[in-house]
C-alpha cells in the first residue's frame, strides 16, 4: 500500500535555501532597478555612439580617398593650380583620414617645385612628423635636405639625413648615407666619408644603382 505524500509545510519552503537565494535576488533587483535600467540604457548608448561614429570614419575615409583621386589625377596632368586646391580642401575637411598627410606631402611638392622652401618645408615637416605613407618619405627628407642646403645649413641637413634613416627602408636609408656622404665630401670631412663607406661596404647585395653611386664617391675621395 502506497503512503500517502508529505506535504510540505509553509516553514520547511521559507527554509529551502535555493528558494532563499531566489528571494533574495529578488528583493535585490527591485532595490536596484533604477541603477540597473540606468546602466542598461548607458551601454545601449554607448554602443550606439560608437557605433556611428565608426560609420562616420567609415565614410570619411570613402569621401576623403575620393577627393584625393581628383587631385592626384589634377598633379598627374600637371595641373598644379587646381592640384593644390583639391589637397587644401582635402586638409580643411578630412582631419584624421591618412589622405590628410598625402595631401600634406604633395602640397610640399608643389611648393618645393615653385622655389617657395617656407611653405615646403611646413608641409614637409608636417609629413614626416606623421611618417606616413613611408613610400613617400624618402622624396620628403631629400627635399628638406635640399631646402636646408639651399640656406646653407649643412648641420642640419645632416641632422635630417640621420634622423630621416629611421624612417625609410633598408634600400632608402643606404641611398641617404650616400646623400650624406656627398655632402661631407663638399665640406672636406673626407674621415667621416670613410666611415659611412666602410658601413656600405659591409652591406651584402647593395643594389646596383647604389653600388655605382658609392664607387663613385669612393673615386672622389
Known sequence: MLKPKRKIIREEIKRDPFLETI?????SFEKNKKTAINIALGLLVVIFVVNFLFK????????????????????????????KFQFETIIADFSGTSALN???????KIHFENNEFGKSEKFLDLFLKAGDPQILCLGAIK???DIALN???????????????KKVSKNDSIELKLIKA???????KTDLVKVLIDELEAVEKLPQHLNQEKEVIIGMM
Open 151 to 165: 640656406n646653407n645649413k649643412y648641420d642640419k641637413a645632416i641632422k635630417l639625413l640621420d634622423d630621416g634613416s
Open 143 to 145: 627635399m628638406l635636405v
Open 102 to 108: 598625402i595631401s600634406r606631402f604633395y602640397l610640399g
Open 56 to 83: 562616420k570614419q567609415t565614410q570619411k575615409n570613402i569621401d576623403s580617398n575620393s577627393s584625393l583621386g581628383v587631385a592626384m589625377v589634377a598633379f598627374e596632368n600637371g595641373d598644379y593650380e587646381n592640384a
Open 23 to 27: 528571494d533574495k535576488l529578488e528583493n
Open 182 to 188: 656627398n655632402i661631407l665630401i663638399k665640406q672636406g
